[in-house]
């Protein structure tokens, strides 16, 4: 009898964290995510502010008017996979927010992307465009790795600024973070 209640008891908290989250044309989509997890990003084409809140959810709104953008938010304990596709093209914006101590993976072809006010990893690339991360505090981070194969390399927190072909830095600090950025073409702001 006692272990079927504790059987219970785990399968139903383990069910209650699993979420899988999917819609299209509809903003905000939400899902609950612990503080700490990890978060897999696959972005479209576009402007994508990700920023980091106190409120436990995983959030991405946008301008519902100018198309039906899909997103899908799947959940498994610590662990969340967010994609957004089919954004329209021209001056189009999507803000998602995250727990603010959030590790990211995130993978962005092109366009502007911004990451503000998340402490934890990051592992960011973006293949063309404007990549600006906020380390928040750089003392956090033991290890800083940024690249650009062709294009400007800013890390103010560093004093690192650099321009041209195959420009990259490596930075080895006191905090227990890591960060690895790198833009195909384009820019790279760590601040």
Do not use: W
Not at 59 to 66: G, H, I, L
Not at 87 to 101: A, D
């Amino acid at each position: 009898m006692r272990t079927s209640l504790c059987f219970l008891l785990i399968f139903g908290a383990t069910a209650l964290a699993a979420q899988d989250v999917s819609e299209t044309g509809r903003s905000p989509v939400e899902a609950k995510f612990v503080s700490s997890g990890e978060i897999r990003m696959a972005l479209c084409s576009s402007g994508i502010d990700v920023v980091g809140k106190d409120d436990g959810q995983l959030r991405v709104s946008y301008d519902t008017s100018r198309g039906n953008v899909k997103v899908r938010i799947r959940v498994d304990g610590d662990r969340a996979d967010l994609s957004v596709n089919d954004c329209p093209n021209g001056n189009f914006r999507v803000t998602i927010e995250v727990p603010k101590s959030s590790s990211l993976y995130v993978r962005m072809f092109a366009g502007e992307l911004n990451v503000e006010g998340v402490t934890g990893d990051k592992d960011v690339t973006l293949h063309f465009g404007q990549l600006t991360m906020d380390l928040v505090k750089p003392e956090l981070y033991g290890r800083v790795e940024a690249s650009v194969n062709s294009g400007d390399l800013e890390a103010s927190p560093f004093s690192i600024s650099k321009g041209g072909l195959f420009r990259s830095f490596s930075q080895t600090g006191p905090g227990t973070y890591r960060v690895r950025a790198h833009v195909g073409a384009g820019q790279l702001e760590l601040r």
